[in-house]
């Protein structure tokens, strides 16, 4: 038996890097994935590589309806109950140097898509019994770097963000990481 057999999980970012691994990790476990992507060669190959029990969805988490499609494609495989929060995206430019535009794109996908990530996964987890949320910061919402401004700036609002939901979600029993 695994750590999560009969579990159902949604991955975003799961076509490569860690997204890709915490996909493999989590149907070794016995769980069901969804991976959550707009690199759709990518993640039609690793949900193709694991097997039967990952599937792939291509997904902007920063469009609500993108959520739909995936709480949908997780509720073929039955009551969601993990989320994970790990599509993210870097822009490296000083702060002088930083358009509008560039910064609002790291900001919608890293902090807006783990907003609506959360706020679409609450209910279905909620009238499930329960799950748990976790929201990929990094060692970037915890220090400073030079040229990072957006995304330092996503990775420490996520960890606020996380706390919030931990204590909205918790008496509920979803648990928010």
């Known amino acids: 038996m695994g750590r999560l057999d009969g579990k159902v999980a949604i991955i975003t970012g799961g076509a490569r890097g860690q997204g890709e691994a915490e996909a493999r990790l989590f149907c070794d476990e016995g769980a069901k994935v969804v991976i959550g992507d707009v690199l759709e060669d990518e993640g039609r190959a690793v949900a193709a590589d694991i097997g039967d029990a990952c599937s792939f969805v291509s997904m902007d988490v920063r469009q609500p309806e993108s959520w739909k499609v995936a709480l949908d494609a997780a509720a073929a495989y039955g009551t969601l ?74 990775k420490w609002a996520i960890r606020g963000m996380t706390k919030v939901a931990a204590l909205e979600f918790g008496h509920h029993g979803v648990r928010v990481n």
């Open 81 to 154: 109950n993990v989320l994970v929060n790990n599509a993210a995206v870097m822009h490296f430019a000083s702060i002088v140097d930083h358009s509008v535009e560039d910064y609002m794109r790291v900001v919608e996908i890293n902090q807006l898509g783990c907003f609506l990530g959360m706020q679409a996964a609450f209910p279905v987890m909620k009238e499930g019994g329960g799950g748990a949320i976790v929201n990929v910061s990094s060692i970037d919402g915890l220090q400073a770097k030079n040229g990072i401004l957006a995304y330092a700036a996503t």
